[in-house]
Structure formats: structure tokens, C-alpha cells
């Protein structure tokens, strides 16, 4: 009996994947083995009913892969310390996470000899160059499937092929589109397809149940998240989560990222993350205290790149491991308490408590009093600085400003 080509199913339980399972174990009589990479965006009951349904679909074996504890150690702590947000704006949500399911699906899949790996994505996205570079690296001479891609399929052709097998499930046109991930959701379709238009209260997974203010402490150690209001969290991953739920509930974290595909097209998403965008904001308060005016801008620059490399796809690039090096080392003295006021749909810095403070030096209090020169030394000081300013005019003089 002739043994059937494996293939590995990037399996997250929608309609796309749902329909390569079926399609690639029926129609093409694969052994299909559908693994479902979770960075942490996936409940229990989530995950169960991706099992059921696997199965239903066909696939000869179902598999959950977590890697948020490897999402988080690999990427998210990162992202902190460089205060990343692409354009300024966004916390790179759920597209950081397709590298780390991706990096997942692939070690699966060499680790029982498949024959190939299959995922969902279509040619319009930037989802398909993060699997398949990833794949074509860490996985080599394993055929990658990509039939929503490669034979343009619409969601009605999907759906009524899995109704004609027997497979009922609600894939019904929705007017959003909802990628749920730890560090922030996605939002696409609706009224963010016209550049005119934002988006309703209503297209809200979290809506808003707070009124008036409170203030929240997020507390530092080594840049690295480890209280809450003075809760103390040995797992940080259960630290964000306390973080989105408190932040949450005012509905802080909303915004509208319009950005560069890899592909080259502009892409518009919105966006709800509370979590991402109170750890950030309270990070980078603190560091405005703890770090020096050069260590901060040259982190900017280089966190600036970390966030564009890794939303290109580029996590692999070995530069990335050196930009970590960097980032994690410049947070030795980011230790401290920063304190912040929520209120419905935003957030305001308040202030810190660290005892790496440089606000606070016997050498003066910025606008009262100077301890560590005299007069003489400040007057001294500007007249050597304003020299090269000076030179110039004093052989420019035709020059009016």
C-alpha cells in the first residue's frame, strides 16, 4: 500500500484553513496534520473546538503548539525595551505573532518528515511572506501549499465546498475581520476600507465599563515588567494580561495604524491594546528618568529598525540578535515605579518612584538652583558652545537670518 505525503496544516480553525484541510485530505489524499500555533490568542474553549473540528475536517492528527512563553521571551520583551510601535503608532499586534507560528509550524513539520506545509494566507497580505520565508529557511526542500493563494479562492467558493462535504460551520461574511492576539487585537473591513471613514463604538471586541479615573503602577525591574498596583508577578505574561484587563475596561488602546506592506501597498488596520500601549507608554516614561539623553536617542534609532524588521519579515536576519543584545543591555538601570492616570478611551504619565532617578542630583534642580558650577563656569560654558556658531557668522556676515 502506498504511503500518502504528509503534510502540515498551519491550522487556526477559520475558514481558509479549514477548507485546506478538508480539500488537501480528501481531494488530494494527503495525511493531514493540523497544527495550531498559539502565541497566547487562543482560549481553551477556542482550542478545543479547533481540535473537534480537525478532526471533522479530515485530518489524520491535531496538534496545539504553545508558544507564547517563547513569543513573549523572544520578541515581546524586545518590544518593551525599544518602546516599539510601527510609524509611532502601533504595537505591531498580531503580525509579530504569524513569525513565532510560523518558526512553530516549521520545526513541527521536520520533526515528523512531512512532505509539505500548508497555510491559509492569500497574495494580497503580508502573512504569506512571513510563513513562507520562514519556512524556505528553517524548513528547505519542503513543498509549501498555498491554495487560497494559488487558485484565488472567494470565502463563498470555500464555504460551499465545505457545505457539500458535510462541514456546517459559521463562516458567514462579517462586516469585521478580528485577529485576537496577548499583545493587542486587529481589526479589518468595514468602514477602515475607506480612508474617509473611522470605526464605530460597535466594532469593539472591549468596550468601554469605567468611568472617572484611577491611577495605575506599573513597576520595573531591568526594563522588564514585574508589578501591578503593586501585585507582584513572577510569570509576565499574567502581568499583561492584568494590564489589558484593567486598561481595557476604559477602552484605552484604540487607534488607526495606516502603514507599508511588504509587498508594497499602503494597509490600513485598526487596533485595540490596552496592554501594549500602557506597558510602552509607562516603559518610556521611566527610562526618561533612568537613562541617559544618548542612551535614549540611540536606542530610538535602533528600536525603530527592530519594529520594521520584524513586521518585514526579517526576524532571521542575524542583525536582529545584535539589536537584542543592545536593547537588553541598555535596560540595567530601568528599575522603578511609573505611574499613570486612566480615564475612559486615554491615559496620562503622572510621575515615577525609582531609585535610579537622575532628576534627583546634589549637582542642581533644573530651573531653581545650579550646585554643581557657578555662575562663572555656566557664563564660560554657553560662550565655548556658541564658538563654532560664532566663527561662522563673524565670516559670513552677509548672510541675514
Avoid at 503622572?350 to 550646585?371: A, I, N, P, R
Wanted: aromatic share 10%; proline share 2%; with cysteine.
Amino acid at each position: 500500500m502506498e504511503n500518502k505525503k504528509k503534510v502540515v496544516v498551519a491550522y487556526s480553525g477559520g475558514l481558509d484553513t479549514s477548507y485546506t484541510v478538508m480539500y488537501l485530505s480528501k481531494e488530494k489524499g494527503y495525511e493531514v496534520y493540523a497544527a495550531c500555533a498559539n502565541t497566547g490568542g487562543f482560549s481553551a474553549e477556542q482550542l478545543k473546538k479547533n481540535e473537534e473540528n480537525a478532526y471533522k475536517l479530515g485530518a489524520k492528527k491535531y496538534v496545539t503548539i504553545d508558544v507564547t512563553q517563547e513569543y513573549y521571551d523572544k520578541s515581546l520583551r524586545y518590544m518593551v525595551y525599544g518602546n516599539v510601535l510601527r510609524n509611532g503608532t502601533y504595537p505591531i499586534s498580531v503580525s509579530s505573532e504569524r513569525i513565532f507560528q510560523a518558526l512553530a509550524i516549521a520545526r513541527y513539520a521536520n520533526e515528523i518528515g512531512a512532505d509539505a506545509i500548508a497555510h491559509g494566507s492569500t497574495g494580497a497580505g503580508n502573512d504569506q511572506i512571513r510563513f513562507d520565508m520562514t519556512f524556505l529557511v528553517l524548513a528547505p526542500g519542503i513543498e509549501i501549499i498555498t491554495l487560497t493563494r494559488d487558485n484565488a479562492l472567494s470565502r463563498n467558493e470555500e464555504i460551499e465546498y465545505l457545505k457539500n462535504n458535510g462541514f456546517e460551520a459559521d463562516f458567514t461574511k462579517l462586516k469585521y475581520s478580528y485577529n485576537v492576539g496577548l499583545w493587542g487585537t486587529s481589526i479589518c473591513g468595514g468602514e477602515i476600507l475607506d480612508s474617509k471613514q473611522g470605526l464605530p463604538e460597535s466594532a469593539y471586541l472591549k468596550q468601554v465599563t469605567k468611568t472617572g479615573s484611577e491611577e495605575l503602577k506599573l513597576t520595573f525591574e531591568n526594563g522588564e515588567l514585574k508589578a501591578v498596583n503593586g501585585e507582584e508577578f513572577d510569570d509576565p505574561i499574567k502581568a499583561i494580561l492584568k494590564v489589558e484587563e484593567i486598561g481595557a475596561a476604559y477602552g484605552i488602546g484604540r487607534d488607526m495604524h495606516v502603514g507599508d506592506t511588504i509587498i508594497g501597498i499602503k494597509g490600513r488596520v485598526g487596533f485595540e491594546a490596552a496592554a501594549p500601549m500602557l506597558i510602552i507608554g509607562a516603559h518610556r516614561f521611566l527610562e526618561k528618568y533612568t537613562l541617559s539623553k544618548w542612551q535614549q536617542y540611540w536606542k530610538d534609532q535602533v528600536s525603530n529598525w527592530y519594529g520594521m524588521f520584524l513586521h518585514e519579515s526579517q526576524y532571521l536576519e542575524p542583525v536582529m540578535r545584535d539589536i537584542e543584545a543592545m536593547l537588553e543591555e541598555s535596560q540595567r538601570n530601568v528599575n522603578g515605579t511609573a505611574i499613570l492616570e486612566l480615564r475612559p478611551l486615554s491615559f496620562s504619565t503622572v510621575g515615577v518612584d525609582s531609585k535610579d532617578d537622575l532628576v534627583k542630583t546634589k549637582f542642581g534642580e533644573y530651573g531653581e538652583m545650579q550646585k554643581g558650577w557657578t555662575a562663572e563656569d555656566a557664563k564660560g560654558f554657553i560662550k565655548v558652545t556658541s564658538t563654532p556658531l560664532r566663527v561662522y557668522y563673524n565670516n559670513h556676515k552677509d548672510e541675514n537670518i
